[in-house]
């Protein structure tokens, strides 16, 4: 089974550019989740997906992030435009079912912001 | 404000000895908790899950518990290998309202295990 495969590996801009990432879950699987890991620390969920319909956004700053999954399947995780503080690993997890059920997660898309 | 801390926050120990990491949640209403591997440079891979009624779950060479009542969880690895250095990650999952779940995610144990 394939898992979770995200795109770029790694990317490096400078602050008030903008960066898109991509993600493709396993699939069938109805739930796809971003998140952001900061150096040192846990993963933070950013955005969660059920099917092309949003579950959670709570913690995704709107005023420069935003994400889609317009099909269902793949999505697209944008920052426009990009701060020193964004820096960080992106990775994207997909679960069959609800969140409930074990998350796969994908390598993970670091970005350094300079 | 649902937590999850790890202890310790860094561990070094010798190829073939054991070693103990532990998680202190204060999720709720609990749902599950997880332990997943972060390998450098990959993402995170899922090595047991427990719910509520269960105090102890095997995966090879790692065994957790839980004790629900303290909300503590440790992860334990017998006869550590080279491969085993990696961060690990508590995370627990609490209910929403509606069905749902959210999960808070520890800020992981670096283990480095050396000859």
């Known amino acids: 089974e394939a898992g979770v495969a995200q795109s770029p590996r790694y990317k490096i801009i400078e602050k008030r550019q903008s960066v898109a990432f991509w993600c493709n879950p396993i699939?069938?699987?109805?739930?796809l989740y971003w998140y952001q890991q900061i150096l040192g620390q846990g993963p933070k969920l950013l955005i969660q997906?059920?099917?092309?319909?949003?579950?959670?956004d709570s913690q995704l700053p709107k005023d420069r992030f935003s994400a889609e999954r317009l099909k269902g399947v793949d999505s697209t995780l944008k920052i426009q435009p990009a701060k020193l503080e964004d820096s960080a690993v992106y990775l994207c997890?997909?679960?069959?079912?609800?969140?409930?059920?074990?998350?796969?997660f994908g390598p993970g898309t670091r970005l350094l912001v300079l | 404000k649902n937590q999850v801390e790890q202890s310790p926050q860094s561990l070094i120990i010798l190829e073939g000895k054991n070693c103990t990491l532990q998680?202190?949640?204060?999720?709720?209403?609990?749902?599950?908790l997880r332990w997943y591997k972060q390998d450098t440079g990959r993402g995170p891979v899922s090595l047991t899950i427990?719910?509520?009624?269960?105090n102890t779950k095997s995966n090879g060479r790692y065994t957790a518990t839980l004790d629900a009542d303290t909300k503590q969880s440790s992860l334990h690895i017998t006869a550590s290998q080279l491969s085993d250095s990696a961060s690990y990650i508590c995370?627990?999952?609490?209910?929403?309202?509606?069905?749902?779940?959210?999960?808070?995610f520890g800020t992981g144990t670096q283990l480095k295990v050396e000859l």
């Open positions: 997890a997909s679960s069959l079912g609800n969140s409930r059920e074990t998350q796969y």
């Open positions: 699939s069938g699987h109805a739930t």
């Open positions: 997906f059920q099917n092309n319909g949003v579950v959670d």
């Open positions: 998680c202190n949640y204060t999720v709720s209403p609990f749902s599950n």
């Open positions: 427990m719910t509520f009624s269960e």
């Open positions: 995370v627990v999952s609490d209910i929403l309202t509606g069905g749902g779940n959210k999960l808070t």
